[in-house]
């Protein structure tokens, strides 16, 4: 179980940073009526939301690797809509790319709206916006198996639960932890030897 837990923290952390690299690459190339120079544009210039989604993936899944079971349930459900969210900004970009260079073909030309379309030549996408769409359907997928499965997971220690371990409670025998707790809470744990 533990593989399996790392295998999906690992796969939200990994479908994040993709995305963030994803996002600084060029998405958009195009060249205006007139020039014979390539201008492009980058995803996170093309929506400025693409590189907030991606470090909240990867906040996620170190939120996970310590979250109890209730908190696991609403990171999954977040990394699920996280992934939805990267997938939803990434393909409005594929789809509408000149659309979302706008902002720089107004700024090359000064021609703004719907009339800026007019100016440019030709255009291309590149492979960078579906690598944002697959992190995003991944990070979906993960979201939903931590959302159903993360039950199952063993807890992060008792080091982070709020109540004494059944062990504890009933006077159980120490063990290592213990015994560096109450060296903690200022008691000699050898005293009982003595």
């Given at each position: ?71 696991r349930r609403v990171l999954g459900a977040l990394v699920a809509l ?58 979906v997928v993960l979201g939903a198996i931590v959302l159903l499965f ?38 000699d744990p050898s005293d009982d030897f003595r």
């Amino acid at each position: 179980m533990m593989r399996a837990k790392l295998a999906v923290l690992s796969g939200v952390a990994l479908s994040g940073a993709a995305a963030l690299i994803a996002g600084s690459q060029t998405w958009v190339s195009f060249m205006l009526d007139g020039t014979h120079t390539v201008e492009t544009v980058t995803g996170n210039a093309a929506n400025a939301a693409l590189a907030p989604v991606s470090v909240a993936l990867i906040a996620a899944a170190l939120a996970l690797t310590i979250a109890g079971r209730v908190f696991r349930r609403v990171l999954g459900a977040l990394v699920a809509l996280l992934g939805a969210g990267l997938v939803a900004l990434a393909g409005g970009v594929l789809a509408d790319p000149l659309g979302a260079a706008g902002g720089r073909i107004t700024e090359l030309t000064g021609i703004a709206g719907g009339a800026a379309g007019s100016a440019v030549l030709w255009s291309d996408t590149s492979v960078w916006g579906w690598v944002s769409v697959l992190a995003g359907v991944l990070a979906v997928v993960l979201g939903a198996i931590v959302l159903l499965f993360s039950g199952r997971w063993g807890s992060a220690g008792r080091k982070y639960d709020s109540a004494p371990t059944a062990a504890g409670a009933a006077g159980g025998a120490p063990d290592r932890i213990s015994d560096w707790d109450s060296l903690s809470d200022g008691t000699d744990p050898s005293d009982d030897f003595r």
